[in-house]
């Protein structure tokens, strides 16, 4: 796969300076410099409305990539079944309200999975889905990771609610109900958009349709990180860097 070709090539640039960090291989980047460090986890946050398929993307994208698909979302309901969980309760009602859960707990267990993949890139879906979420990740992780871009999953009410309560049929989610749907469109449109304009005024978002066929989006999506890989890595070559 070209994109898997593009980054081991990229990170093996790097002349006399050392080795290239695939948070260098990005274009366009407003975010405080985080020098040649491999350690820091590098971060894709894919966002879009409920329905637009983030978690079937993210899926997709780790077959052609090194990524590691971290979902927000997951980690909390994986929580909520977690014998003994603080905080179980707490996630269970937010979710079946429609609400978002305190940033310090998804957070939380971000990092722990993030740490426990003993990897360095990360596809993180379901988040930022507010101020307070970005905030929160800025404050405790902003040092610990570098975000590479925002993907964004475009999608219209109608298509995505059609997609859920289908899904709703076999997936067993307390929060795949009309009900539930309306809190969380809501939600979405208050809190979450304000995130992806934040993001793309900083030149940060890949927007793609996901109303297409789940390959066809794919198809997509793997154009844009190709393309991203290849310039930096051609740009790289240029300067020697």
């Known amino acids: 796969m070209l994109l898997r070709f593009a980054l081991a090539r990229a990170l093996a640039v790097g002349g006399g300076s050392g080795t290239l960090t695939v948070s260098r291989m990005f274009s366009g980047a407003s975010q405080p410099e985080m020098g040649d460090d491999d350690a820091i986890p590098k971060v894709i946050f894919i966002l879009g409305p409920p329905g637009s398929g983030k978690g079937t993307q993210c899926s997709l994208i780790t077959q052609d990539t090194d990524f590691v698909h971290l979902s927000a979302g997951d980690l909390l309901r994986q929580e909520c079944g977690t014998p003994g969980s603080k905080y179980g309760q707490l996630i269970s009602q937010r979710i079946k309200d429609g609400q978002i859960v305190p940033v310090e707990i998804t957070c939380a267990l971000l990092e722990h999975a993030m740490q426990a993949s003993g990897q360095q890139h990360f596809l993180i879906d379901g988040f930022p889905r507010n101020e307070d979420n970005l905030q929160g990740w800025t404050k405790t992780m902003g040092y610990k990771s570098h975000v590479l871009f925002l993907l964004f999953l475009q999608a219209p009410e109608a298509v995505c609610i059609e997609r859920i309560l289908d899904r709703g049929k076999s997936s067993g989610r307390t929060d795949d109900n009309v009900e539930s749907l309306k809190k969380r469109f809501q939600t979405y449109v208050q809190d979450t958009l304000p995130i992806v304009k934040y993001y793309e005024k900083l030149g940060l978002v890949r ?28 740009s790289c070559e240029h300067q020697n860097c």
Do not use: A, G, R
């Open 207 to 234: 927007t793609v349709d996901s109303t297409l066929s789940p390959m066809m989006v794919h198809q997509s999506v793997m154009k844009i990180l190709n393309e991203s890989l290849s310039q930096t890595t051609s």
